[in-house]
């Protein structure tokens, strides 16, 4: 059989850990089925090529759009231009019952301040500012961290502090 390994070193039958993974939400990533530590078939190697077992569609977060649980684009959806200083929270279709804390509905477009993206880690950092008296639930200030996984198709972890 073909083996594969994972960044935490363990080794398995290529088609076993491909099957393991479909069960999971997103048939790419999962955890090692040995230590529980997150795997991806964008990050595990072959262990006769060293070669990844998928090559991602795509290299990075530019042009992209990325829409929340159960949300849709424009339901605060994130919006990575070109450039991470062009990016934005978009609110065009989010809820009615969506409001800031002086009555207002959020802006359509709410951009990044003070964005980075290390795209070794695939990590992008950014506030959203909500001034009064427009802050949103008493939050002024969002701070953003979001790593996206090996095929950068979802965010894969993060936070979001306010």
């Excluded at 072959?46 to 849709?72: F, M, N």
């Excluded at 919006?79 to 978009?90: G, K, Q, R």
């Amino acid at each position: 059989a073909d083996l594969c390994i994972t960044l935490c070193n363990h080794s398995f039958c290529t088609s076993c850990l491909e099957r393991t993974l479909r069960t999971y939400l997103v048939s790419t990533s999962g955890s090692c089925p040995m230590c529980r530590e997150p795997v991806s078939l964008y990050s595990v190697v072959a262990a006769a090529t060293g070669e990844p077992l998928r090559k991602p569609r795509y290299s990075g977060i530019a042009s992209s759009i990325y829409v929340q649980h159960g949300g849709g684009v424009g339901i605060a959806s994130y919006h990575f231009a070109e450039s991470v200083d062009a990016s934005y929270i978009c609110y065009t279709a989010a809820p009615a019952e969506w409001m800031l804390d002086d009555g207002r509905r959020p802006p359509e477009h709410k951009p990044f301040l003070d964005a980075s993206y290390d795209a070794a880690t695939r990590t992008y950092r950014g506030s959203v500012a909500w001034p009064a008296p427009g802050t949103f639930h008493g939050d002024a200030r969002w701070e953003y961290e979001m790593i996206f996984d090996h095929g950068f198709g979802f965010i894969a972890a993060g936070q979001l502090r306010g």
